[in-house]
């Protein structure tokens, strides 16, 4: 079983339409990602959070709008997408370590949600 | 910047049999190495890792992973795949800064019963 969860697990949306992803995990990972992936693809990096600051920010059009509430929960929220913005959506969280905030890279992924834009 | 290359995109394996899965590295240092995999649908699941110390490391399901830095490799290895092994393959590297975790192309094992 999965500690990171994410709702929903699919979604049908059209081109005008604005909804939200959303992932939440309690093992106390202060470092929060959302990650892009296309069929027979390997996942794509779209941000990063450290201590519910955004970090990375992947050049990710602004039609995506990351945010992270507090430390447990992490948001996408979705507007005006195209039909090539399907895909599996995944979160990802990791512990931090460091006075640099420094991630390992062992993350912990959830199932993910599967956006199709009509 | 650091690179990942899996150069087998897809494999075939009777069931019983023995499996390696290869996986290349760029990166100046020694990275943060990993193995991920995931099953069709589902999101990604860790594998093993590689910080340091002992080149052979074992992880769950089986699996073992050997950290060669001469050939700049990090290859997987099962001896008796399962049916249930069936699934895509990730390698990715971490380089300890930005944390970013850069993931290889994939290779997609497929389980011949």
């Known amino acids: 079983d999965t500690e990171v969860t994410q709702t929903p697990k699919h979604l049908v949306m059209g081109m005008t339409n604005k909804k939200s992803l959303k992932c939440e995990q309690h093992?106390?990972?202060?470092?929060m990602y959302w990650y892009k992936q296309k069929a027979k693809k390997p996942p794509e990096l779209m941000f990063v959070?450290?201590?519910?600051?955004?970090?990375i920010n992947e050049s990710v059009p602004s039609r995506f709008s990351p945010e992270c509430p507090n430390s447990s929960l992490l948001n996408l929220h979705l507007h005006a997408l195209q039909p090539e913005d399907s895909a599996l959506y995944l979160c990802?969280?990791?512990?931090?370590?460091?006075?640099?905030?420094?991630?390992?890279?062992?993350?912990?992924f959830g199932e993910g949600s599967r956006l199709t834009v009509l | 910047a650091q690179s990942v290359t899996q150069p087998d995109i897809h494999i075939t394996v009777s069931e019983g049999a023995s499996l390696e899965l290869r996986c290349n590295y760029s990166y100046g240092a020694t990275p943060y190495l990993f193995w991920y995999v995931q099953s069709p649908g589902q999101g990604l699941q860790l594998l093993l890792k590689y910080f340091s110390g002992d080149t052979l490391v074992q992880g769950i399901k089986g699996f073992e992973a050997e950290f060669k830095r001469s050939q700049s490799s990090f290859n997987l290895r099962k001896p008796s795949v399962h049916w249930s092994d069936a699934a895509e393959y990730f390698c990715?590297?971490?380089?300890?800064?930005?944390?970013?975790?850069?993931f290889g192309t994939g290779t997609q094992l497929k389980v011949e019963l």
């Open positions: 959070y450290s201590y519910e600051k955004l970090s």
């Open positions: 990715a590297v971490h380089t300890g800064g930005g944390n970013k975790l850069t």
């Open positions: 990802a969280s990791s512990r931090l370590a460091g006075s640099t905030a420094q991630s390992t890279g062992e993350l912990f």
């Open positions: 093992m106390g990972h202060r470092a």
